[in-house]
């Protein structure tokens, strides 16, 4: 056996703040600093009044999953791949009533009508954020993963937010909150993006302290 080979490929599951997510190569493996996101997502849950809960790029399924029994009145995950979607369902059926959250096979927003986009919103994305030339600088395992859960993007690998800042403010989205996961040297990037829009910003950072989150405040 290859010993950069994952053993979450071998035994095909893993245990995810309390959840058991089932895995295979089409979806990425939960990571720990995606915690951190769901952890600031709950929070908002118990103290904001929301209305839908929207995941884009949900893969295994693990964020909405984790915020299913901070309810809002309803529940969109979404993926690029309908590989990743079977899995997330999957592992809702397993952990959930899969009733609960609609399956939506989407590029960002581009399948996702308006009327499923009552606000206000908790939107969460955890997208691909490493530039395509970094594919040969990552650690061995990652390499068994799909390249569409990791990499996109030429220039900086913050090129997937920056398309769905600006979907987002197309569709005129409103009274929303969107938290994003970005790469350690992306902070920059997520600021000058936010500020285009003059939308409302809040870093927040990883368990080793590293600025990796951001709640963006869109007009709420
Ligand atoms: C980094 S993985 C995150 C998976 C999961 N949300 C998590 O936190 O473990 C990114 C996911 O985004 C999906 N994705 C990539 N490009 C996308 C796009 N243009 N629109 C929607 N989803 C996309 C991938 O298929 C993958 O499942």
């Keep these: 056996?290859?010993?950069d080979f994952p053993e979450e490929y071998i035994r095909w599951q893993v245990s995810y703040l309390g959840h058991t997510i089932f895995v295979t190569h089409d979806v990425l493996i939960p990571r720990l600093e995606t915690?951190?996101?769901?952890?600031r997502a709950r929070k908002i849950l118990q103290n904001t009044h929301i209305e839908t809960i929207l995941d884009i790029g949900t893969g295994s399924g693990i964020i909405p999953i984790s915020l299913r029994n901070y309810t809002a009145w309803q529940m969109y995950a979404t993926d690029i791949s309908p590989e990743a979607?079977?899995?997330a369902e999957k592992n809702f059926r397993y952990n959930l009533d899969e009733k609960q959250c609609t399956f939506i096979e989407s590029n960002l927003l581009e399948n996702i009508p308006n009327s499923s986009m009552r606000t206000p919103l908790l939107i969460t994305a955890n997208l691909p954020y490493i530039k395509n030339e970094d594919w040969e600088n990552m650690s061995a395992d990652t390499r068994y993963e799909p390249q569409i859960a990791?990499?996109?993007g030429e220039?900086?690998?913050?090129?997937?937010?920056?398309?769905?800042?600006y979907a987002l403010a197309e569709r005129h989205v409103n009274t929303a909150i969107l938290l994003i996961e970005f790469w350690y040297d992306q902070l920059q990037n997520a600021q000058d993006e936010v500020e285009k829009y003059g939308w409302k910003s809040e870093v927040f950072s990883d368990y080793a302290g590293i600025p990796r989150?951001?709640?963006?405040?869109?007009?709420?």
């Design 155 to 165: 220039k900086t690998g913050f090129e997937l937010y920056e398309k769905l800042l």
């Design 35 to 39: 915690e951190v996101l769901i952890k």
């Design 150 to 152: 990791l990499f996109w």
């Design 1 to 3: 056996m290859n010993p």
């Design 85 to 87: 979607l079977r899995i």
């Design 213 to 220: 989150f951001m709640q963006i405040n869109i007009d709420i």
